[in-house]
């Protein structure tokens, strides 16, 4: 006998994350860090920043902070326009159980 299917409990969560720089980190040269828009699943968001951070740790990166913007449903109750490509790495992650870096703006200090 089959065992019935557990339902995914997991969720995707979008999270801003500023990294700051470490040897090896791929950032361009003279950049100060860098912000990351990621896709996370997790059973909450708590459990999406730890596998976030651990993600981009093994990558050789240095998160400082991350900020939590919720799941698809939750943004759009907020009223935030999600285009078609966002709402695809959204799916992959959760499908894949995984994080994605959909987006990475390097940050350079203005010279005086």
């Known amino acids: ?3 019935p299917k ?3 409990r997991q969720k995707v969560f979008t999270l801003l994350v500023d ?3 470490k040897t090896g980190d791929g950032l361009p040269k003279g950049a100060s860090g860098a912000a990351m828009v990621c896709y996370a699943s ?3 968001e708590a459990e999406a920043v ?3 951070v651990a993600i981009l740790k093994q990558a050789d990166l240095a998160p400082l902070e991350i900020s939590g913007y919720g799941t698809l449903e939750e943004r759009l109750e907020e009223g ?3 285009p078609e490509e966002e709402r695809a790495l959204m799916a992959r992650a959760l499908e894949e159980n995984s994080v994605i870096v ?3 703006t390097p940050f350079f200090d203005k010279k005086k």
Do not use: L
């Open 80 to 82: 935030h326009d999600i």
């Open 102 to 104: 959909a987006q990475m």
């Open 50 to 52: 730890r596998e976030t």
């Open 1 to 3: 006998m089959e065992k």
């Open 6 to 8: 557990k339902k995914n």
């Open 42 to 44: 997790g059973v909450d």
């Open 19 to 21: 990294v700051g720089r």
